[in-house]
C-alpha cells in the first residue's frame, strides 16, 4: 500500500549486491526444520496475489481430482490489476471455500518482507488476516507465501509461528530436511523455458517422492507475463496424477508429508 492507500502494482524487489547476499544468508538460515517425507508425491498448485482468473487453475486441477491453494494479498481485493486484471473479491473466496481449495495469506500490501522491520511485517499479515475475515473468510488460515518470495530470518520465524507453512520462491522441490517457513517452488509461465523447467522438476519429484509447489498469478489462454497458460497446468497435473502424486492444497500437502500433524 502506498501512502496515498492504493494497492501497490510496480513494486520492485532490490538488485542491490548487499541485497543478493542477505538474500542468500536468509535462504541458508533455516528458521523451521521440518522433514519432508510423504509416502506418496505431492504437487501443490498455488495462485498468488490473486487474479480472478486463477479460478481457471482450480477447474483444472478440481478436474485431475485435487485442490490448490490461492494466497490472497488483501490490499488487492475487490481491485483492478493494471496487468492481471480483476483480482479476487469475497465471492471468490467464498466460491473456494465452497469447492474445498486453500485460501492462504500473502500480506496486506504485497509487503517485501526483506525490507521492512519485523513490527511492521507482523502487522501487515496482521491486517491481512483481519480483512480475510471482514471479507467473510472465518476458517483459520494456516498457509502463508512470502511477497517476491523476500524474506529475513526474524520474519521466517514469525511467519513459521503463525502458518503451518511459508512458501518462498526458491526454485526447487521439498524433500527431507526442510525450512517449512521458507518452503521452494517452481515459477510457472508462458515461455518454453518455463515449460520445461517444471516439466524436469516435476519428473525428479515424481521420482523421489518430494513435495512440489508451482506458483503463478493469473491463467488463461493468452496470459500476462506474470501467469501461465490453462494448457500447461492441464498437462503438468495429469502428468502429476499420472506418475503416482497427489494434488493437495498446502496444509493439506503439509500434513501428508509428515511436516506438520
Ligand atoms: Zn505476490
Known amino acids: 500500500m502506498t501512502q496515498s492507500g492504493m494497492p501497490q502494482w510496480n513494486y520492485v524487489p532490490s538488485r542491490t549486491p548487499v541485497a ?8 541458508w538460515r533455516r528458521a523451521c526444520l521440518a522433514q519432508v517425507a510423504p509416502d506418496r508425491p505431492i504437487i501443490s498448485f498455488t495462485f498468488d496475489d490473486f487474479p480472478k482468473s486463477a479460478l481457471n487453475g482450480a477447474d483444472v486441477i478440481e478436474a485431475q481430482g485435487g485442490k490448490a491453494g490461492f494466497y490472497a494479498c488483501s490490499s488487492f481485493l475487490g481491485q483492478r490489476s493494471p496487468v492481471m486484471g480483476e483480482m479476487f473479491d469475497a465471492e471468490t473466496l467464498a466460491e473456494l471455500r465452497q ?19 519485523l513490527e511492521r511485517v507482523e502487522r501487515d499479515i496482521g491486517e491481512n488476516l483481519v480483512a480475510l475475515a471482514e471479507a467473510g473468510h472465518h476458517e483459520t488460515v494456516s498457509a502463508f507465501a512470502f511477497p517476491y518470495g523476500e524474506t529475513t530470518y526474524a520474519a521466517k520465524r514469525w511467519v513459521g509461528d503463525v502458518f503451518a507453512t511459508g512458501r518462498g520462491v526458491l526454485p526447487g522441490f521439498n524433500l527431507g530436511e526442510t525450512d517449512r517457513s521458507q518452503l521452494r517452488a517452481v515459477e510457472l509461465g508462458a515461455s518454453e523455458a518455463h515449460r520445461r523447467r517444471a516439466m524436469v522438476m516435476l519428473e525428479a519429484c515424481l521420482r523421489r517422492k518430494g513435495w512440489l509447489f508451482f506458483f503463478t498469478h493469473d491463467v488463461g489462454a493468452a496470459p500476462t507475463d506474470y501467469g501461465a ?33
Not at 20 to 27: A, D, G, L
Open 20 to 27: 543478493k547476499v542477505q538474500r542468500r544468508v536468509t535462504q
Open 99 to 117: 469447492r474445498g481449495h486453500e485460501v492462504g495469506a500473502h500480506s496486506h500490501t504485497h509487503l517485501d518482507c526483506a525490507q521492512a522491520r
Open 229 to 261: 497458460p490453462t494448457e500447461l497446468i492441464e498437462e503438468l497435473a495429469a502428468r502429476a496424477v499420472d506418475g503416482g502424486a497427489i494434488l493437495a492444497a498446502p496444509t493439506l500437502g503439509a500434513v501428508l508429508s509428515g511436516v506438520i500433524d
